[in-house]
C-alpha cells in the first residue's frame, strides 16, 4: 500500500512539475527576461562609476580581483547570468527544475499521505488528497510567500543569499506547525461546526502572524526597479506553485478515486 | 472501510518507506538551495536550476 502510495506520488509529482514548468515557461520567462535586460543595464552603467566606491569597501578583496579567483570571481559569474550556462540551457532547465522538484515533493507528500490517512482529515482518500495539497500549498508556499515574497533576478544581495534562506525555511516551519496547531485545535473543539472552524483558522493564522512580525524583514530591491514588473514576477511565481499544487492534487485524487473503483484490490 | 481506524496504515509498515524522505529531500535541497557546497559541481547546478528556482519563489542572489 505505501509502495503503491509512494510510486504514484513520485510519477505524479514530476507530471505536475512539467505541468507547472509550461506554466512557468510561457508566462515566468518573459519576466525573467525583462529583469535580466534591466540587470545587465545596471551592471554595464555601473562598471565605471561604481567599480571605484565597491574596491575601496572591500579593500581585502582587491587583491583577488586582479588575479581573478576567490570572491571576485565567484561574483562576477553570479551577476552575469549567460556567462556559465547559456539562457537557453537555463529555460531547458526550468523544466529539469519544476520536474524534479515535483518528483521531490511528490514523494514526501504520498509518505505524509499514508501517514496521515484513516487518522487525520476526510474519509475519502480523493477527498484526502484534495484537502492535503490545499493546506500543504497554504502553509508550505503561501505563508513563506506572504513574508519573503519570490524576487525575479537583479533584486536581492548575493551577500545574504544564506540568510534569506534560512528565514525563509523558517517559515516554511512557521507554516507546518501552525498547520499543526490548527488541526489539532480543530480536533479539540466540540460544539460543530461554527465553533470548530473559526477556532482552526485562528490557531493557524495567529501563529503566523506572530511569527511574521517576529522574523527580520528583506527589501532588497533596487531602486528604480519597475513596481509593476516585481508585481507580475510575484504573481507569476506564486501562479507556477499554483499550478503545481492544483494539478498535483486533483491528479493525486482523481487516481486515488481511480483506485478505489477498480475491481482488484488497490 | 467505514470506519477510520479500519483506513490507517500500521505505523510499521510506514516506517522503512520514511528511509526515502532524506533521499528525496536531498534532491530538493539540489534543486532549490544548493550553490555548489553538496553537489561540487561550482555554480552549475544553481545556474542549471536558475530559472526554476526564481519561478519557484525560492531566495536566490
Known amino acids: 500500500m505505501v509502495r503503491t502510495l509512494l510510486v504514484r506520488g513520485l510519477l505524479l509529482g514530476l507530471l505536475a512539475g512539467l505541468v507547472a514548468g509550461v506554466f512557468a515557461f510561457t508566462v515566468g520567462e518573459p519576466r525573467i527576461d525583462d529583469a535580466i535586460a534591466l540587470e545587465n543595464a545596471a551592471a554595464a552603467h555601473e562598471h565605471g562609476a561604481a567599480a571605484e566606491p565597491e574596491s575601496a569597501t572591500h579593500g581585502h578583496e582587491s587583491g583577488t580581483h586582479e588575479h581573478e579567483s576567490g570572491t571576485g570571481g565567484k561574483e562576477s559569474g553570479t551577476h552575469e547570468h549567460g556567462e556559465e550556462v547559456s539562457r537557453g540551457t537555463q529555460k531547458a532547465g526550468l523544466f529539469l527544475a519544476t520536474g524534479l522538484y515535483g518528483l521531490a515533493v511528490g514523494g514526501v507528500f504520498a509518505l505524509a499521505f499514508a501517514g496521515l490517512r484513516g487518522r487525520v482529515g476526510p474519509r475519502s482518500d480523493a477527498a484526502l488528497a484534495l484537502a492535503a495539497a490545499g493546506t500543504a500549498f497554504a502553509a508550505v508556499i503561501v505563508v513563506p510567500f506572504l513574508k519573503y515574497p519570490a524576487n525575479p533576478p537583479a533584486v536581492g544581495d548575493p551577500e545574504t543569499i544564506n540568510t534569506r534562506t534560512l528565514l525563509y525555511l523558517a517559515m516554511i516551519g512557521v507554516g507546518l506547525l501552525s498547520t499543526a496547531i490548527a488541526v489539532t485545535t480543530a480536533r479539540s473543539v466540540r460544539g460543530g461546526p461554527w465553533a470548530r472552524w473559526p477556532a482552526a483558522v485562528l490557531a493557524f493564522v495567529v501563529p503566523v502572524v506572530v511569527a511574521s512580525l517576529l522574523l527580520p524583514g528583506v527589501d532588497e530591491v533596487p531602486d528604480g526597479f519597475p513596481a509593476t514588473l516585481l508585481w507580475q514576477f510575484r504573481i507569476t511565481s506564486l501562479g507556477t506553485q499554483l499550478v503545481f499544487w492544483a494539478s498535483f492534487g486533483t491528479l493525486f485524487g482523481w487516481f486515488c478515486d481511480r483506485a478505489a473503483r477498480a475491481p482488484a484490490p488497490a | ?61
Open chain 2, 1 to 61: 472501510m467505514s470506519t477510520l481506524s479500519a483506513r490507517h496504515i500500521p505505523l510499521s509498515h510506514l516506517v522503512p518507506w520514511l528511509l526515502a524522505v532524506p533521499a528525496l529531500l536531498l534532491l530538493g535541497y539540489l534543486v532549490l538551495m544548493d550553490n555548489g557546497a553538496v553537489s561540487q559541481t561550482g555554480g552549475y547546478l544553481h545556474e542549471l536550476m536558475h530559472d526554476g528556482r526564481h519561478l519557484l519563489g525560492v531566495p536566490c542572489h
